[in-house]
Nanobody, 127 residues
Framework: QVQLVESGGGLVQAGDSLRLSCTAP????????MAWYRQVQGKEREFVAA????????MYADSVKGRFTVSRDNTKNTAYLQMNMLKPDDSAVYYC????????????????????WGQGTQVTVSS
């Protein structure tokens, strides 16, 4: 079973920064768009950000625009989520996901369209 592995979560204070990482098997990573989602216990999982297979295009939820940056290093089979100016409302379990994508396909928000998922990493932001 393909497994994505997230890391980098933790406990920080409001205004701090964190960088999450997500590593995938090369054969998956190189043909996939990558995305980040988050989920608060008792609530539905929500889209955070996504990046195209080539790294040339990104998409963000309105709630994180200007604070979060998604990127990828195709030489390391790793996607990143740089989170700045963190707020208590950003506290959640963060998941990465991968979706096989042809080069011209647009990014998508619907989680059901993503093929592979990580186990999640907890981010807690104290006020």
């Amino acid at each position: 079973q393909v497994q994505l592995v997230e890391s980098g979560g933790g406990l920080v204070q409001a205004g701090d920064s964190l960088r999450l990482s997500c590593t995938a098997p090369g054969r998956i990573f190189m043909r996939s768009a990558m995305a980040w989602y988050r989920q608060v216990q008792g609530k539905e999982r929500e889209f955070v950000a996504a990046i195209r297979r080539s790294g040339s295009g990104t998409m963000y939820a309105d709630s994180v625009k200007g604070r979060f940056t998604v990127s990828r290093d195709n030489t390391k089979n790793t996607a990143y989520l740089q989170m700045n100016m963190l707020k208590p409302d950003d506290s959640a379990v963060y998941y990465c996901a991968a979706k096989s994508q042809i080069l011209t396909a647009p990014l998508v928000v619907e989680e059901r369209l993503y093929d592979y998922w990580g186990q999640g990493t907890q981010v807690t932001v104290s006020s």
